[in-house]
């Protein structure tokens, strides 16, 4: 036992020296002399509470909770209380794991479930997880840690972890640097970060939530902590991962895979998904800081239909309100906004409307003076209201972590709803002061009703700011689903909004770091996503631009947006050859809708990210731990975008099993990289054999015209392959009373012959009758084609071996030979 004492001493002792540098260097500004840090000691006692479970070293505390076979969370009290249950990113906490045990011998306690096993060692509270194979997926290098905070009260909370020689490391969602975060040092604290560099740390989001692959396994976790949160990935110690906090609880969730797609999968059972979208959110969208007056705004929609460039999105920045002030419109740039918003929704375009949190010091100004009387904003520590300067001037901030609050801003939309507008776009919800950058440290909140400071609130500010939007709007449009935006966010937040990545730059390094941060997205929860096409501010050139709409046909959220001071930017303004090809992908978008759609849906109601990065594909080699450009749009197409001024051509991983070029239907085996030419007309699109793409036909604007019939393109392969198709009525919570319908199709094929089966779930019943099916990559002439057991005979083969037929959409089975 001495030896024990003596041991955890001498452990203590190094690492408090080294503790202390992450101190120093996270806490430069405190000016307050490092304190000894505490350490857990010895776990004395194990109690059990249902699925609960607690560890004593006589003064402080472990909770280790079981809350699905995968999910297991880990609490920290320093002197055994624990905070109030309450988490703005978990909203319920379900447990569904059935069989857990407590078991004990001379070492360790040990909780397991089915898939894993924590286990807290007897001779120092270590804790660690295994899986059913006694893998160790993650272990403790140093016994869970914290510190006093004289200055706030509190604690700084501390978790370090062993780091292994090959271990890699993603998520923590919008951060600018390599797509791997091995060896690398973050911080999570939302901030405005206009023209971000390669590297910058933080920017708008807060995501603690990282995936660890080490030796083929992967595993996740999710540090539930909105303070500002550091993580270190092997960057101070190679041997060591550490995250931490300023203040909170030590709380986080170990998520087992063990494949990466698990992981992510079990994190959105924690936090949610992103409700369906209306269906046009899935179109392009067009934005400019700003389009004014009402004649522009005319100018650029009519353009597109003249240019016969699809768009679905038209969007206001700050320019149409009256003195930067919410709510309210600028009549002489816009004298009747409803009828414009009409005459725009009759050509197509759904109106989005920008809204910020900071609301004119003005007692001329409604919503200000509702907003004082009601004291809905933000007060500092002795009583006086916050304030800042952002765009309108001298301004206060609703509290958005007030319930009361939450409910009198989402009222607030009933005019612009009245008027037709479709969709809300948060920004500088971070939220952004001019000059201080954000609120002080000691502006107070009611964090529904567990009252807090601004170092507790700052990183969910902007997420319960969209909530409030999302939730207000949801009620104004009755059935019909809003479409919500925002700039800032901590984890949950996309079951209220889709996300864009901020103020980037008209450069090719830009594309390259907007490639990856939607693919981090995606990974941390956010799969609705894009960057602003073209770069915000300075000046692509038309290559720049074309080869970004490439990239962003294939962004789960598509849209251009520029800064005020640059030149005109929509998908016509560079010319030829520029116009012809941006209109051929944004076409591709809109013929890719439903697929585009039903992997949404894949996302909404199984939790699957819309990006994959190629890592999720083959998580067991190493290499692709490092791959960065290529990722799944769904688990059916393969992207790889030209990145490279001048490129006309560039390698490309295709990964295990049989891919179709989509351009030439040429069949390619995987597992290697190959070199594809990349002429500015096309980029690298590979389709996986035995999908069913599904095709609407090109519209100008979603719902343009009756869908007559849906194409299908089947890629023929030799071993099965299961595609979904998702259809319902693209603009009502319907779906939510199984008002849809899911369908999966099955391929299968060999030498000398192909089978297609379909099956279908759920209650709606689309208009069309027939399926439009184009069969690619028959090995084989087809001579007969059997539909339901009836033999089929119109159809055609033509020179490039592709089988033309139509059936009718309620088929179970073709059997082509
Ligand atoms: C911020 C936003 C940008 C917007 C501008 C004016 O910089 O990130 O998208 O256009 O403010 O509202």
Redesign the pocket.
Known sequence: MEDNILNQELIANKLIDEEEEFHHLNNPADGIKPIIKKYLGVPKSADQSGNKFYFSDGDAKVEVVVITNEIIRVRLAPHSVFLDEFSYAVPKLEQRAIDFTLTEDENEFKVSTSAVNCHIRKTDFFISFSDSNDFVTSSDAVPMHWEENVKFGGYYVFCTKTCHAEESFFGLGDKPTELNLRGKRLKNWNTDA?SFAWNQDPLYRSIPFYISVNEGIAHGIFFDNTFKAHFDFGAEDPTKTSFWADGGELQYYYIHGPHMMDVVKSYHILTGTHPMPPLWALGYHQCR?SYYPEAKVKKITNGFRENKIPCDGIYL??DYMDGYRCFTWNRKYFSDPKRMIKELAADGFKTVV?IDPGIRVDDNYAVFKEGKEKRHFCRRSDDYFMEGHVWPGRCQFPDFTNPEVREWWGGLFDELVQMGVAGVWN??NEPAVFGAGTFPDDVRHQYDGYRGSHRKAHNVYGMQMVRATYDGLRKLMKNKRPFTIT?AGYSGVQRFSSVWT??NVASWEHLKLGNIQCQRLSVSGISFCGTDIGG?SGEPDGELFTRWIQMGTFSPFMRA?S?GDTKEREPWSFGEPFTSINRKFIELRYRLLPYLYSIFWEHHRYGFPILRPVVMQEQEEITNHFRQDEFTYGDKILICPVLEPGATSRKVYLPKGKWYDFWSNLVIEGGKEIDVQTPLETMPIFIKAGSVIPEYPVMQYVGEKEIEEVKLNVYFSDYEVNSFLFEDYGETFAYEQDIYLEKKFVVNGSRAKLTIQQSMEGLYTPRYENYEFNIIGLPFKPTRIIADNKEFKDFTFDKDKILKLKLRKNFTQIVID
């Open positions: 206009y800081w920045d700050i920008i920004d500088m700039r901020g103020d915000f947006h800064a």
